[in-house]
């Protein structure tokens, strides 16, 4: 009996370390599989206005954006060309083209043939913006036209009806992106799986801007600019944060925090910048 009480106990103890280590296990796990759950996405909101894009999306549409800052040009722009990006190549930056335009690329699919550039040029998203505007700024009055009509002028599409689709989505992203309405625009993350770089961020930021007074220390970059250009950068930031880490924007008393993921809330000033940082290794 002794030995059966022993082999018994033997028993019990070994499945007890097996539901120890199997609770360990799942309580591991379980923040794993509730970060592959979150639906990555930015939205913008202005006023009762909601949009929604991809992150990627959102990415080039902050890249349009922060290309009519650098230029001076009016929200309207910017709002023009985010629904022309979207109805050609669904803000996706796409090597190939369809029946109407078998050569068109890129993001506002571009003909070289038409005179748009070289197919490595209209891939550029930079450079493709910037002929974008190029073609805009030649239209009279483009900015009182209509969305549809305006971009018609510069793209000719056979379906020109088809641009008022993305007219609510492009003047929301437009709004926030280019900080005429600020804390609009938020963007729903997954934990960043390495570490940011602040070169590259910067690199990308000036892509976008052009030169731009910064300071890095550590893992965060400061970007001194003011007003509306302070927020248009800050929402680049967020909408950029899966490719570059951001963790943290800090601007005008407000944060954006990607793991709290509750938005803009209030926060200490950042000294009259944009304090935008990233992720550590092993954080």
């Known amino acids: 009996m002794t030995r059966r009480r022993r082999l018994r106990g033997a028993v019990i103890g070994g499945l007890s370390l097996v539901l120890v280590a199997g609770g360990i296990y799942t309580a591991a796990t379980l923040l794993q599989r509730s970060e592959q759950l979150i639906t990555e996405e930015c939205t913008a909101a202005v006023g009762s206005q909601r949009a929604d894009l991809a992150t990627d999306q959102a990415a080039n549409a902050a890249l349009i954006t922060a290309v009519a800052v650098r230029r001076g040009l009016p929200p309207r722009a910017a709002s023009i060309a985010l629904a022309t990006a979207m109805q050609e190549s669904k803000l996706r930056n796409i090597g190939h083209g369809d029946l109407a335009g078998p050569d068109s690329r890129g993001l506002f699919q571009q003909r070289p043939s038409q005179g748009w550039g070289t197919q490595d040029q209209v891939m550029d998203p930079v450079y493709a913006t910037n002929a974008f505007y190029d073609a805009l700024v030649k239209v009279p009055g483009y900015a009182t036209l209509e969305i549809t009509d305006a971009a018609q002028r510069v793209q000719r599409s056979a379906y020109p009806r088809a641009y008022a689709e993305h007219e609510a989505m492009a003047r929301s992203f437009a709004s926030a992106l280019t900080g005429e309405t600020p804390a609009a625009l938020n963007c729903t ?30 893992q965060t970059l400061e970007v001194d600019v003011a007003d509306s250009y302070a927020w248009s950068v800050a929402h680049w930031a967020v909408a950029n944060a899966e490719e570059y880490a951001v963790e943290r924007v800090d601007v005008n008393g407000k944060r954006w925090d990607r793991k709290a993921r509750d938005g803009w809330q209030d926060a200490p000033d950042a000294g009259g910048r944009v304090a935008i940082t990233l992720a550590a290794a092993g954080s």
Not at 193 to 200: E, K, L, P, R, V
Request: net charge negative; no cysteine; charged share 10%.
């Open 189 to 218: 993350l997954r934990s960043p799986d390495t570490a940011g770089n602040t070169a590259s961020m910067l690199m990308g930021l000036e892509a976008a801007y052009g030169t731009i007074q910064t300071a890095a220390s550590g």
